[in-house]
C-alpha cells in the first residue's frame, strides 16, 4: 500500500488549495480515505472522508463549506480542495486510508508522506 | 461532537518501564469505535490499536488497549527506545472523527 501525496504549497490569505493523494498497492474502491491535518507543533484535526466506490462524503464540522473532497477512480487519486484560506489552516495534510468494512469500526493504517501548505501574505 | 482529554500531558519514564495513557471521552462511545496512534518527530502517525484493543498489523504486543464507555487505555508493558514518541486516540460518532490531544512520552 503506498499513498503519494503532492507537493508543497504556498499560498495567500483568501485563496484556495487543491491537493491529491494517489493511491497503489490495493484496490482503491474498496477503502475509505480520510484527510487529516496537523498545525506547526499541535496535534491531529479529522477534515473529511470520502467513499472512493461511490463518492459520498462527510466533512468536519468546522470546515463545512470550505472543503470538498472529490476521487477519481480511473487514476486512484483523491483530492481535497480548501478555499478561503487563513492564516490557521497552515498545516501538513495527510491523506490516510481507513481499514474499515464498516464505517467507523476500524482505523488508519496507511498515510501519506503529508503536504505542508503555508499560508501567508 | 463527542471531546476526547488524553492524560498526562506529558510522561517521563525509563527505558523497561511501563507506560500507561488514559483518553476519556465526553460521553460514551463504543469500543468498536476508539483507536490509538503513534506519532514521532517528522513522520505521519502510525495505527496502533482498534477497535479499543485489537493491535494493527505488525504492532508488538508489549502494546495493548482496553476500556469501555468513556474510559480507555493504552498500556506499552516495557518501553523501548523507539517507543518514545506522541500517542493520540480518536473515535468515531456520526460519520465524524475527533482525536485526543495527544500524550508526549519522553525518555527521564
Known amino acids: 500500500v503506498q499513498l503519494v501525496q503532492s507537493g508543497a504549497e504556498v499560498k495567500k490569505p483568501g485563496a484556495s488549495v487543491k491537493l491529491s493523494c494517489k493511491a497503489s498497492?490495493?484496490?482503491?474502491?474498496?477503502?475509505?480515505m480520510h484527510w487529516v491535518r496537523q498545525a506547526p507543533g499541535q496535534g491531529l484535526e479529522w477534515m473529511a472522508i470520502?467513499?472512493?466506490?461511490?463518492?459520498?462524503?462527510s466533512y468536519a464540522q468546522k470546515l463545512q463549506g470550505r472543503v470538498t473532497v472529490t476521487r477519481d477512480t480511473s487514476t486512484r487519486t483523491v483530492y481535497m480542495e480548501l478555499s478561503s484560506l487563513r492564516s490557521e489552516d497552515t498545516a501538513v495534510y495527510y491523506c490516510?486510508?481507513?481499514?474499515?468494512?464498516?464505517?467507523?469500526?476500524?482505523?488508519?493504517?496507511?498515510w501519506g508522506q503529508g503536504t505542508l501548505v503555508t499560508v501567508s501574505s | 461532537e463527542i471531546v476526547l482529554t488524553q492524560s498526562p500531558g506529558t510522561l517521563s519514564l525509563s527505558p523497561g518501564e511501563r507506560a500507561t495513557l488514559s483518553c476519556r471521552a465526553s460521553?460514551?462511545?463504543?469500543?468498536?469505535?476508539l483507536s490509538w496512534y503513534q506519532q514521532k518527530p517528522g513522520q505521519a502517525p502510525r495505527l496502533l490499536i482498534f477497535?479499543?484493543?485489537s493491535r494493527a498489523a505488525d504492532i508488538p504486543d508489549r502494546f495493548s488497549g482496553s476500556g469501555s464507555g468513556t474510559d480507555f487505555t493504552l498500556t506499552i508493558s516495557r518501553l523501548e527506545p523507539e517507543d518514545f514518541a506522541v500517542y493520540y486516540c480518536?473515535?468515531?460518532?456520526?460519520?465524524?472523527?475527533?482525536f485526543g490531544q495527544g500524550t508526549k512520552v519522553e525518555i527521564k
Open positions: 480518536q473515535q468515531y460518532g456520526s460519520s465524524r472523527w475527533t
Open positions: 498497492g490495493y484496490t482503491f474502491t474498496s477503502y475509505y
Open positions: 490516510a486510508r481507513d481499514i474499515a468494512v464498516t464505517e467507523g469500526e476500524g482505523g488508519f493504517d496507511s
Open positions: 477497535g479499543a484493543s
Open positions: 460521553q460514551s462511545v463504543s469500543g468498536k469505535y
Open positions: 470520502i467513499n472512493p466506490s461511490g463518492g459520498r462524503t
